[in-house]
């Protein structure tokens, strides 16, 4: 009987040690069983290519040649459209001076003023000139320099518009003057005006 004590006891000695140094893992997570870290590495994918968006043509509705579209609208026909030059507006009692290619418009001064408008008419001062053109007659410093149908002013109520004249100042420059429309004692009156050189 004695053998048989001492024999389990030896038994169940060695299955403590065992079972404390060794553990049981699949009953007991045993604090110095080995653990083991497995490490992933992803890659991320690419992320999806994008097709730019191209927008459908939408189709013009600007007439081209030959398709039968309106035609734009036009400036009525002129033989002598507006000159490129100054456009200023005068009312009674101012004028300009002409000394380079832009008039100063000022109020009446008989001393400065080259051109002045009164109630109803322009008068050419201090020695300044006017030659009314012909339709047919161009704007040009050619002309303004050959014609000599000098005028000292102009009724107001004779003007229409696209009427023209060369203006010659008292120092020798030379304008083209041009009324876009009609004359009117009563109101200001646009004129545009546009150098051309000197004398």
């Not at 149908?149 to 229409?160: A, P, S, V």
Request: glycine share 10%; net charge negative; aromatic share 10%.
């Amino acid at each position: 009987m004695g053998e048989w004590a001492a024999l389990i006891s030896a038994v169940a000695a060695v299955a403590g040690v065992a079972l404390g140094f060794l553990g049981l893992p699949a009953l007991v997570k045993s604090p110095t069983a080995r653990t083991e870290t497995v490490y992933v590495t992803v890659t991320p994918s690419p992320p999806p290519t994008t097709t730019p968006t191209v927008a459908p043509a939408v189709p013009s509705t600007a007439a081209t040649p030959g398709t039968g579209g309106a035609p734009s609208p036009s400036a009525a026909p002129s033989s002598h459209p507006a000159v490129d030059g100054t456009l200023i507006t005068l009312s009674q009692d101012y004028g300009f001076r002409l000394r380079g290619p832009a008039p100063a418009v000022e109020r009446y001064d008989a001393d400065t003023l080259d051109f002045y408008r009164d109630f109803d008419e322009f008068w050419a001062i201090n020695g300044s000139r006017i030659v009314a053109l012909k339709p047919e007659e161009p704007g040009t410093l050619a002309t303004c320099r050959s014609v000599t149908r000098f005028i000292g002013g102009i009724d107001l109520e004779t003007l229409e518009a696209g009427s023209r004249f060369c203006f010659e100042s008292g120092k020798g420059g030379l304008a083209l003057v041009e009324f876009p429309k009609d004359g009117d004692p009563y109101d200001f009156l646009e004129l545009t005006i546009q150098f051309l050189g000197n004398r």
